[in-house]
């Protein structure tokens, strides 16, 4: 993938999200859930009809200061995104945490994950004055290393915390991203 074919769009009010980029935002998250992503749909396949609503909650919570959409474009057309919050409760608005991080399967290996995740440091970090971030993500589908590449930390696990099916319990993996 050339470089130039790659943009990272900040989206941080409910007004700013047409129809035409909830739509694929939808059906990114769909085709990543439906591929095996750990994007917040443990149970695929889904459909439309699910995802709906879940992103329709994030839009309507977008806001510059607390919850914002970091959305990848590939060639005009949704690529990944992930959603950055914020608590604005003093004892912990210093850090954020991250959802739903995701790259559309036919996007995979070509460099989209990593922009995104080095996009949103410099998002939590110079806009929105974050001094750390966190994430949970699900084990054995090997997130730990790949955000481990990007200097992420495991800090803890909660073993067998994710059920996913009889017999396939996975461990929820906390990392953590300081300094920003």
């Known amino acids: 993938m050339h470089n130039d074919s790659l943009k990272l769009r900040q989206v941080t009010s409910p007004r700013t999200v047409d129809a035409r980029l909830r739509q694929a935002l939808i059906n990114c998250w769909v085709d990543v859930t439906n591929a095996g ?22 839009i309507t919570s977008l806001a510059p200061d607390t919850c914002r959409l ?37 996007v995979r290996g ?13 998002v939590a970090r110079d806009e929105m004055r974050l001094e750390h971030l966190h994430l949970t993500a699900r084990g054995g589908v090997g997130l730990e290393d790949f955000y481990g590449r990007l200097g992420w930390k495991e800090i803890g696990r909660w073993p067998d915390a994710l059920r996913l099916a009889p017999g396939d319990d996975r461990d929820e993996i906390l990392m953590l991203l300081a300094p920003l």
């Open 70 to 106: 970091l959305v990848a474009l590939v060639e005009g057309e949704v690529a990944g995104w992930l959603n950055i919050r914020r608590d604005p409760f003093a004892l912990i608005a210093h850090w954020g945490t991250l959802h739903h991080v995701q790259t559309h399967p036919r």
């Open 37 to 58: 992503g750990a994007a917040g749909f443990p149970f695929p396949p889904i459909d439309a009809q699910q995802a709906a609503p879940a992103l329709d909650t994030i």
């Open 110 to 122: 070509r460099g989209v994950g990593v922009a995104l995740m080095e996009r949103v440091r410099q």
